[in-house]
């Protein structure tokens, strides 16, 4: 299925109904307009949750699980992305920096 932005958009929906997120940000290749036919979606979902890491992404990949592209949905608190946000070098602060916001909650 070739990935388009109508796809993307279809999934940030699905995701914000399912996770309510406070931010979605798509990074890597996609973001950075680098991406192949090849590529996978990488999706950055800033949310609470009182879950471990590991299991927070399973409803979201549950919620798309019909849309056959590959990627990579990855979910991190606020708390945890304002800790990463001391280290320059690790991915969510790059995904932050350098990613596309595709959704943000503005309560």
């Known amino acids: 299925m070739p990935v388009d932005t109508e796809l993307i958009d279809e999934m940030v929906r699905r995701i914000v109904r399912t996770a309510h997120p406070e931010k979605i940000i798509l990074f890597g290749s ?9 590529s996978d979606i990488d ?10 890491r590991h299991q927070r992404a399973a409803p979201l990949y549950g ?12 979910v991190y608190t606020p708390r945890e992305v304002e800790e990463w946000s ?5 991915f969510v602060t790059t ?13």
């Open 30 to 38: 996609r973001a950075r307009g680098e991406a192949r036919p090849d």
């Open 43 to 52: 999706l950055l979902v800033i949310a609470d949750s009182s879950k471990p």
């Open 63 to 74: 919620a798309v699980s019909d849309i056959l592209v590959p990627m990579d949905i990855l």
């Open 86 to 90: 001391k280290v320059a070098q690790a």
């Open 95 to 107: 995904a932050v920096r350098e990613g596309q916001v595709l959704y943000e909650n503005r309560r």
